[in-house]
């Protein structure tokens, strides 16, 4: 299954537990505003490439959507529908007055200059800003987008409306209204799950393992952050593929290798795995922080790690779930 089935399947699980009308069901099943954008960029090198974009709003019910804008070669419609409807779950559960949105653009920014990818942000703002506004739809940074495209898209949405509307984005510069402590506001996010995780299952998570799947914002902050804590970051990964060190990984020689070469692929002491490899390492905490469907049926049976803290947007497919729930619960 896609990430959209795999999302309707989860729906149709929770919806059945929880005994919903059928008819709020069916509402939940269909996003409530689909916007699929063509967007002409200029080139450094003076050639027109047409990217395309999408914005999804799942619900408008509790409030103004809010969801990510992302970045990348494989962003898909079906991708963007699983991802605003989970952002409607998010904002749910921890009570805030919000709907869910996810926004896309399909293309290879790591290929792009920073005056490329302003001009493509700024172009998707423009376009979809019908729908935008602090009452209607806030973005966020998600996959390959950060602060600065927040900034690139309040300005563009600002002079469309003749003033400034910080409110438009989050995940925006400090400087221009943004919050502190954002950054890494996820990575907490996970490591307070992880804490937790080890309370009920007896253990610490000083001492432990911990191999994570992603080395951006949300992968990066939590190797760190539990470094800090006491654990032993084994392995890490970025999209080229991973480094391994059973000793413990040296995070300012991983981030000095990511900022020389962009990845952090031959970090020194460090021996090169792919991205599945990683996955099957025997650590205590696996991290799953790069994008959604990483964990499934085919390898769902090779995860050794006893905790699977999911930073990323549903890593662990429906039926991966309930493989690793019944094998872990004894008959």
Not at 102 to 130: A, H
Not at 155 to 181: C, F, L, Q, R, W
Not at 270 to 276: A, F, P, Q, S, V
Request: one cysteine or more.
């Amino acid at each position: 299954m896609n990430q959209w089935e795999n999302a309707l399947s989860d729906l149709d699980e929770v919806a059945s537990f929880l005994e919903l009308p059928q008819d709020q069901t069916v509402i939940l099943k269909s996003p409530r505003r689909i916007l699929c954008v063509s967007l002409p960029v200029r080139m450094d090198n003076w050639s027109i490439e047409v990217f395309e974009g999408f914005r999804v709003q799942h619900s408008l019910d509790r409030g103004p959507a809010k969801g990510g804008l992302r970045y990348h070669p494989g962003v898909t419609i079906d991708e963007m529908k699983a991802l605003a409807m989970l952002m409607t779950w998010k904002c749910a559960v921890v009570k805030i007055p919000y709907g869910g949105a996810k926004g896309g653009v399909i293309c290879e920014p790591d290929n792009m200059s920073s005056s490329e990818l302003e001009r493509l942000t700024r172009r998707y703002t423009s376009e979809v800003g019908i729908i935008l506004g602090p009452e209607k739809d806030i973005p966020a940074p998600d996959v390959n987008t950060n602060p600065q495209i927040m900034a690139w898209i309040m300005d563009t949405y600002s002079v469309n409306a003749g003033y400034s509307v910080p409110e438009v984005v989050t995940g925006k510069p400090t400087e221009i209204g943004g919050s502190e402590g954002r950054f890494d506001a996820t990575a907490r996010g996970v490591i307070s799950t992880i804490e937790e995780a080890c309370r009920v299952t007896g253990t610490t998570l000083e001492g432990s393992t911990v191999a994570i799947q992603g080395a951006g914002n949300v992968g990066g902050n939590v190797a760190k952050l539990a470094t800090d804590k006491g654990a032993r970051v084994v392995a890490i990964s970025d999209v080229r593929g991973g480094i391994y060190n059973p000793k413990g990984l040296n995070l300012w020689a991983v981030a000095a290798r990511t900022m020389k070469t962009g990845s952090v692929c031959g970090t020194p002491d460090c021996r090169d795995i792919t991205n599945e490899e990683l996955l099957t390492l025997d650590v205590d905490i696996l991290v799953p922080a790069a994008l959604g469907g990483t964990i499934t049926m085919d390898n769902v049976e090779s995860v050794k790690a006893r905790i699977v803290a999911e930073a990323a947007n549903a890593p662990v497919t429906p039926e991966a779930e309930r493989e690793s729930f019944s094998s872990a619960v004894p008959s």
